[in-house]
């Protein structure tokens, strides 16, 4: 398992020798993109990115909710969208979370109807 900061202007195709790599939701000091090599979705870093992940999530809501600056949802914008890449190259990989199928609103958020997990949309 291992941490693959990319820097300068060289593209990653996320691709690696056995498997794809994730990209994290945290940036190397320059702002360059950080990704995990791991086959294992319970390792200690892919949990960690997990947690990091969720908990900006809901900062973001918060801002949302509270009408934070412009500088500030810009700022919360660009972590959504890295996780959103980031999840939705390993939906292709791995297995949804759930197959219920059916949403649901509630309090302005997504849920699903069968397992009652929040969707981010």
Same mark, same amino acid.
């Given at each position: 398992?291992?941490?693959?900061?990319?820097?300068?202007? #060289? =593209?990653?195709?996320?691709?690696?020798? @056995?498997?794809? *790599? $994730?990209? !994290?939701?945290?940036?190397?000091?320059?702002?360059?993109?950080?990704?995990?090599?791991?086959?294992?979705?319970?390792?200690?870093?892919?949990?960690?990115?997990?947690?990091?992940?969720?908990?900006?999530?809901? #900062? =973001?809501?918060?801002?949302?909710?509270? @009408?934070?600056? *412009? $500088?500030? !949802?810009?700022?919360?914008?660009?972590?959504?969208?890295?996780?959103?890449?980031?999840?939705?190259?390993?939906?292709?990989?791995?297995?949804?979370?759930?197959?219920?199928?059916?949403?649901?609103?509630?309090? #302005?958020?997504?849920?699903?109807?069968?397992?009652?997990?929040?969707?981010?949309?």
């Amino acid at each position: 398992m291992a941490v693959v900061p990319r820097r300068g202007g #060289g =593209a990653m195709t996320g691709e690696r020798c @056995g498997g794809p *790599l $994730r990209l !994290l939701p945290w940036t190397t000091p320059e702002g360059g993109a950080c990704y995990l090599s791991t086959d294992d979705p319970e390792s200690l870093l892919s949990l960690i990115a997990d947690e990091a992940e969720e908990e900006i999530l809901r #900062g =973001a809501e918060e801002l949302v909710t509270t @009408g934070a600056g *412009l $500088r500030q !949802l810009r700022r919360a914008l660009r972590d959504v969208l890295r996780i959103a890449v980031s999840r939705g190259a390993r939906l292709v990989r791995e297995e949804r979370p759930c197959e219920h199928g059916a949403t649901e609103r509630c309090d #302005g958020k997504t849920y699903c109807c069968g397992c009652r997990r929040q969707i981010y949309l």
